[in-house]
């Protein structure tokens, strides 16, 4: 796919397959389905946006939302994929339990931004 806008591939697959790109978030977040990510060095992840992230925040979230597989793993990749369409209840209870407002957050943040601008 070489659309700009990624959307329509996303919404018509199953399960992504990515590095440590913050896509992997907004698909399973806004998409609802699994993601396999892909083990990537320390020293290799300097020219990622997920280097920005804590590292507390980046095993957990990874945990929470996708299987980790390393190199070595590829060649399994059929049963992982399997795993990962079985770990997607477990995926979309975390989003549920964690993220607020999930599909109507710019209409709550509309709200508050009239409310303090009526207090001003």
């Given at each position: ?47 990622f946006e997920y280097s920005d992230l804590p590292e507390e925040m980046r ?39 964690n993220i607020v407002n999930l599909g109507s957050a710019g209409e709550h ?10 207090e001003v």
């Amino acid at each position: 796919d070489e659309n700009p806008d990624p959307s329509q591939s996303l919404a018509k697959s199953d399960v992504m397959i990515s590095d440590t790109s913050a896509i992997r978030v907004d698909y399973a977040v806004i998409y609802k389905k699994p993601v396999i990510s892909l083990k990537v060095k320390g020293e290799n992840l300097s020219s990622f946006e997920y280097s920005d992230l804590p590292e507390e925040m980046r095993s957990s979230l990874v945990e929470k939302i996708s299987l980790s597989i390393g190199p070595e793993e590829v060649k399994n990749i059929n049963e992982i994929v399997k795993q990962a369409l079985a770990k997607k209840s477990e995926t979309n209870d975390f989003i549920e339990k964690n993220i607020v407002n999930l599909g109507s957050a710019g209409e709550h943040i509309a709200d508050y931004l009239i409310k303090k601008a009526k207090e001003v």
